[in-house]
């Protein structure tokens, strides 16, 4: 396999620097060690920011609200709010994945598609690990050097974003979590892996605008929106007047709406490295 180059660009904000990390959540061993740009640019950044701090979903509260938005109260079912096929999807899903009917049933579809594409990939950790992703090397490495870290948003915003999506859309999304069959022009994940390996933005972000081109209504609440509402926070960031990390899911930075652009239609002077 070629140099790993993944995606980060550098921004020169006078007498200090930012740097814009896409990352990808699960990754293959080849794929590490991560390209020595991405290890300097850590180094003597003063400021690690990720999306959100996932220690916030392993406290009590937190686990309180996901109950709250992400299961059915009393007398109401999953089988209440999907189609007969859906349906019969899920159910041949959970059997594959020793998920017990009467569990699944009492939670909402977009929770419950979370749930399935964590077991589908824990079932593939023979080749894709959480541990290795971008950001998740990141966070553990800031925490033993005493980094200080930020977050774009809180872990109960990125519950919003898919608890406030319609029924019809978190069908959807479930309908994807237990799909056996890739949708037709949809590439397998060594593919998009790789297009993150020589640092093709555009073309990723591309799959994942693909992946959702039958709801694309989903890929602007989850990607676009919330793109434009982290804008403020970035800027903010990149004038803090030290250098800055700033690590974001690799499908949010490329494209006509990703980060990137934005930035770059802000008139700062991004340079991909």
Known sequence: MSTVRGLMWT???GNHTGFLLGSIHCMRKDMHPLPSTMEQAFSVSSVIVFEANTAETETPAFKRYVQAHGTYPPGDTLWNHLSPPTQQQVREALLRHQFPAHLAETIRPWLLSTILKDRSQEEDAATL????GVDAYFRKKAAREGKQVRFLECATEQVDCFATLSERQQEFLLQDAVRQDRPEGELPLDEVLDLWNVGEADALEA???QHHQE???IYEHIVIHRNRRWLPMLEELLH???NVMIIV???????PDGVVRLLTDKGYPL???
């Open 271 to 273: 340079v991909q490295t």
């Open 249 to 255: 899911g690799g499908g949010h930075v490329g494209g």
């Open 207 to 209: 799959q994942y605008r």
């Open 11 to 13: 921004i020169h904000m």
């Open 129 to 132: 690990h959480h541990t290795l």
């Open 215 to 217: 709801q694309m209504t």
């Open 240 to 242: 803090l007047g030290e």
